[in-house]
């Protein structure tokens, strides 16, 4: 598979969701392997590049950290890298949080497909998936399995609620129509723990699905929406990695510190030999 980049420079603005900041970004064509690395404008241009290695296990949202420079929520941003594979490119970012623009991975998708998407002179190794590989929390997985073509699964149960079960199987090809809209999603009972915390201070209606205790408070785009914003977000903490991975990968109610653990599993994993293809 051959790297990618954009062709030209790509900017947008917009407000951190856990922060309620005002953010200003602009994504940078970048020579192959740059990788994606973020560069904070506002800390005199330090970078933090996208690998295993800054990844953090936090909750919440998935945060980057390297020679004490964070970066947060960039999870919705690398599922676009991931949905259209883009694998270099510099973001610069005059704050910490990457805006959460309407939830989805939708803006940052039209964006790169605007500014156009090149092929660079050099080629990609996937991981490619040949025996089972699993973490576990509980009742919560993520694991993947050999497969000839790319595939993500989530598995979404809530069932104390009105939701249930939701259950989404998709691949990169399908990114842009079934999964790149999917939005973000909180319960109305915990956001006031949330805003109490200092989270979820720029959350709204206009950026996020609410669940209220018998129904959605937001109208959705797809009936199973929930699951597959679950998808982008392990589409997004995967490319973490820095490369795609050829198997079917399973998520089963994981949030961003189980994936953010199966990134470094399958990272240290020896048996996971890579080949080009
Ligand atoms: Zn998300």
């Known amino acids: 598979m051959v790297q990618k980049s954009l062709k030209k420079p790509f900017s ?32 005199a241009g330090k ?23 964070d970066i947060f929520t960039p999870e919705h941003l690398l599922a676009a890298c991931a949905g259209l594979d883009i694998d270099n490119m510099v973001i610069e ?31 990609v190794t996937p991981l490619v998936i040949t025996k089972p590989i699993l973490v576990q929390d509980g009742d919560r997985y993520v694991m993947a399995l050999p497969s000839p073509v790319s595939y993500f699964s989530y598995v979404l149960s809530y069932p104390d609620t009105f939701i249930g079960s939701q259950t989404v199987t998709t691949s990169t090809s399908q990114f842009l129509s079934d999964i790149a809209p999917a939005r973000t999603y909180g319960f109305e009972a915990e956001i006031q723990a949330l805003l109490d915390r200092g989270l979820a201070q720029g959350g709204c209606l206009d950026n996020a699905v609410v669940i209220g205790k018998t129904g959605y408070l937001s109208e959705l785009r797809f009936p199973d929406e929930l699951a597959r914003h679950k998808t982008l977000d392990l589409m997004g903490d995967l490319w973490v990695l820095g490369r795609p991975i050829l198997g079917h990968v399973i998520g089963v109610k994981s949030g961003h510190a189980l994936n953010a653990r199966f990134v470094k599993e399958l990272e240290k994993a020896p048996r996971l030999k890579s080949r080009l293809v």
């Open 93 to 123: 970012i005059d704050h910490a949080e990457v805006p959460i623009m309407d939830g989805s991975a939708l803006a940052f998708s039209m964006g790169f497909l605007e500014a156009g998407i090149q092929d660079l002179s050099a080629s």
């Open 12 to 43: 947008f603005q917009g407000i951190g969701i856990h922060s309620g900041q005002f953010v200003q970004v602009t994504c940078l064509p970048a020579s192959a392997n740059t990788g994606i690395v973020f560069r904070r404008l506002d800390l």
């Open 47 to 69: 970078e933090v590049a996208v690998n295993p290695k800054s990844l953090k296990l936090a909750d919440r949202c998935t945060q980057l950290h390297w020679d004490g420079v």
